[in-house]
């Protein structure tokens, strides 16, 4: 294949087995870290952020909406691109990847809009408002299912992964298009009485929780993403001599107690 | 070139390699000599290929079928003697949805006589056409060999047609096919 | 040697013709929109003044529905009966075929639908401002939601169940379409500038012309290979 100078790395990469092995070692890691930066980011915003003049105490579900929220979207990118990577390179972990992505993408998708609604309602006194941010999220939603939907539909595994891809694809070139539809659409329709997120004009103790809650989010994610791939890998792999040792040797141990 | 292998050893899947209706997940199909990607249109422009599934559509009548199979030079006289050849004479102008399973077969045969491609590729040609059919189809396969053309096609008859080579299509073994 | 008369021309005329040759089944999405049109004052309310400020909005999605449920055939018969597979190997340029394919399919669904629409405006008390730039927009949504529904329509022609899949799929891609194409017909009536939204639409209409035929040629090749 791309014989020449430093691809190799590149193709390594594409293994199936040498993603499961690092990432092994990687994993212990991973989960303290996520762990801490969730507990700090909670634990701050919960209970040590100062309070909103507005809001009262209500406003504390950003500390999970908004992480959320980036993640989402952020997430539904990941997936094209892996998607991308995939359909190009044709490489089976980077579907794999793709096809991990699509569930935590839209789980979170559904926080988001969840936590979104558990706001709304001691602020504005309504679960649901057709605003720009929630629509465009619900949406998101849509197309994440769209994707997880694609995936199942096919008898063979392989055309099922590179329709997503496509698919995947066409949605990240219509996901800034719809941003900015609905954002027009709902400019046209109301009068901007409400605000959503004061966001830039937060104060900054209120907004260090929210950086560290983003950041232990992105965290999360990648542990996620990760479990998710080292799951399917073994089981698209179980056939493969690597994955039947891997189970053997989990094995005796119970078999001896 | 005769393509012989039990049902399922991937006949048809080869001949859809060759033919670039797939692609292959590694290797490369060679057209003199030439990667098919980069001598793409010459090489399309000069085949034939006669899937399982006839092409027909069966709300068009025979004639039509043809016509829209065949090269733009065609002129309706050529149709109408490539349709008669294969025993639809009469038949032309009924939409194809009231003719037999063999009678579309045989409308997807006659673009065998208006085609100007070199290489035909044939996959199972002899699925439900009578005897007259198959000698027919025959005769047909060696002109174009005396022409110079060339011919892969996969069948589970025996065939008595000078200079054809077979290949045992066997998934378990590498296969290498020199054209 | 096939080649010319394969093109972009050929299919768009072959496909016409074999709509016409399915003519009741092809004036279906017409009469579905109709039909559905009545609905809205039966489940709603007859009073005019009522209809007329829901009119645009739901001519659209009656458009849109429409559209959606003509997209489906737009592969399957030739998935079917093995011509999918001898478009693959002509020797052109998928895309154009594709481009001629989804024209003709516009042609007799998209503007239809659109003639219609005066008629539908009518009966839903459209304030007559709002008339022209109904069919203005729609003519350039229904282009956009063929081009867009197509990419739906190839991704699950291999599907036995596939339609209501392709509406899952297509819709959320709709979205940005009805926005525009509704907000252009609202606008109007409301006497503000409605070229606005309608030149958003074309563009929308230039983006997908250029970018669905390669996703449909893509999707095309993929789901052959069962």
Known sequence: MAAGRNWNWFHRMGSPRWF????????????????????????????????????GNSFRIIYLHVPASFLALAGYYLMAIAGAIGLIWKMKLSYMVMKSAAPIGAALTFIALFTGA????????????????????????????????????????????????????VGTVNIPIIYKSVDWWYTLHQPATIKFTSAPSMHMDMFQPLLVMIIAMYSFYGLALILYTRVEILRRERKSSWVRELALRTQPAQVDQ | MQLEGANGAGKTTLMRLMTSALQPTSGKVLYLGRPVQDCRYEYLDNILYIGHQSGVKMILSAEENLRWMSPASTSAAEIALALDAVGLR?????????????????????????????????????????????????????????????????????????????????????????? | MIA???????????????????????????????????????????????????????????????????????FASDYQDGSLEQLLISPQLLALPVLGKILAHWLVTGLPLTLVSPLIGLMLSLPAAGLLPMMASLALGTACLSLIGAVGAALTVSLRKGGLLLSVLVIPLYMPVIIFGSAAVQSAIDGLNWLGPLAVLAAMLSAAAALCPLAIAGALRLVSNN
């Open chain 1, 118 to 169: 558990v706001w709304g309602k001691p602020t504005w006194g309504t679960y649901w408002v057709w605003d720009a941010r929630i629509t465009s999220m619900l949406i998101l939603l849509f197309l994440y299912l769209g994707v997880l939907a694609l995936q199942y539909a096919f008898h063979s595994q392989e055309t099922g992964n590179k329709a997503s891809a496509i698919l995947a694809l």
């Open chain 3, 4 to 74: 010319e008369s394969q093109g972009f021309a050929g299919y768009l005329r072959r496909d016409l013709l074999l709509a016409y040759r399915r003519r009741g089944e092809v004036a279906s999405p017409l009469i579905f929109f109709v039909l559905v049109s009545t609905l809205i004052p039966l489940g709603i309310s007859p009073d005019s003044a009522r209809l007329a400020e829901l009119a645009p909005g739901i001519i659209w999605v009656m458009a849109l529905l429409a559209t959606l449920l003509s997209t489906e055939t737009l």
């Open chain 1, 20 to 55: 499961y092995e690092t990432t092994g070692r990687w994993l212990p890691w991973l989960w303290v870290l996520t762990l801490g930066l969730m507990l700090t980011g909670l634990i701050w915003g919960l209970a040590y952020a100062p309070q909103d003049a507005k809001q």
């Open chain 2, 90 to 179: 009469g038949y032309t102008d009924v939409p194809c949805y009231s003719l037999s399973a063999g009678q579309h077969r045989r409308v997807a045969l006659a673009r065998l006589s208006t085609s100007k491609a070199a290489i035909w590729y044939l996959d199972e040609p002899f699925t439900s056409i009578d005897k007259q059919g198959v000698l027919n189809l025959q005769h047909q396969l060696e002109a174009h060999l005396q022409r110079g053309g060339a011919v892969i096609l996969s069948t589970h008859q025996n065939l008595p047609i000078d200079g054809l080579r077979t290949y045992v299509v066997d998934p378990h073994s590498d296969i290498g096919l020199p054209l």
